[in-house]
């Protein structure tokens, strides 16, 4: 079955910090990837999204780059900020699935 | 605005009592989903529905039940055999087919004492 894997948290840093989330997948056939953002008492929010390998996902100055070969899809960004302060999900869907399989989530507090 | 609406957002209920989530969507979408979310867990899913008037299990969906009577709407109501039903609970859509993103609701916090 489909499975994703998330860098424990949680993680911590400083304001203009760069940022590193990790994440690897399990899965049958060719999935699409997707990063989400959750902020305190709120639902999840589409941060960027890759269809096929290779292809970089971006948005808000986060990026992340679908590696098949290694079975990857790491967030980064540059120079986080206060208000990234959040929990970021990793997910996967594959088309026999008609489901999203999400990670367990990362924590991120970045202190200014 | 499109977007999905979920209400209320805290719904508090004794044990024992059925309890209905609202949830509504006006993207159009053909696909809705019901998540659960414990605190420092991932989403598990609970129900989905690609179709009016059809819908099928998802991982824990024991104690759950669910409706699809119209495209923009897709309750969900937690039954008293419901073991643990104290949550956070979203709701998603998407466009009919397998990768496509899912958009989420807000959420509705339940508790139950």
């Known amino acids: 079955g489909n499975s994703v894997t998330q860098m424990e948290g949680p993680v911590t840093l400083s304001e203009e910090a760069f940022l590193t989330i990790n994440c690897t997948y399990t899965?049958?056939?060719?999935?699409?990837l997707f990063w989400y953002v959750q902020y305190p008492g709120e639902g999840l929010q589409l941060l960027l999204k890759?269809?096929?390998?290779?292809d970089k996902g971006s948005n808000k100055g986060f990026e992340a780059t679908y590696r098949k070969e290694t079975t990857s899809f790491h967030l980064e960004k540059g120079s986080v900020q206060v208000s990234d302060s959040a929990v970021y999900f990793c997910?996967?869907?594959?088309?026999?699935?008609?489901?999203?399989?999400f990670g367990s989530g990362t924590q991120l507090t970045v202190l200014p | 605005d499109g977007g999905i609406t979920q209400s209320p957002k805290y719904l508090f209920r004794k044990e024992g009592q059925n309890v209905t989530l609202s949830c509504e969507q006006n993207l159009n979408h053909d696909a809705m989903y019901w998540y659960r979310q414990d605190p420092g867990q991932g989403l598990r899913l609970i129900y989905y529905?690609?179709?009016?008037?059809?819908?099928q299990k998802g991982d824990i969906a024991e104690g759950y039940s669910v409706s699809r009577e119209k495209k923009e709407s897709f309750p969900l109501t937690v039954t008293s055999a419901q073991k643990n039903p104290t949550a956070f609970y979203l709701c998603a859509s998407s466009i009919q087919g397998g990768k496509n993103e899912q958009y989420f609701g807000p959420g509705t916090r339940l508790t139950v004492t």
């Open positions: 899965a049958t056939g060719y999935p699409s």
């Open positions: 997910a996967l869907v594959s088309g026999s699935a008609r489901q999203l399989t």
């Open positions: 529905s690609q179709i009016v008037n059809d819908f």
């Open positions: 890759a269809t096929k390998a290779d």
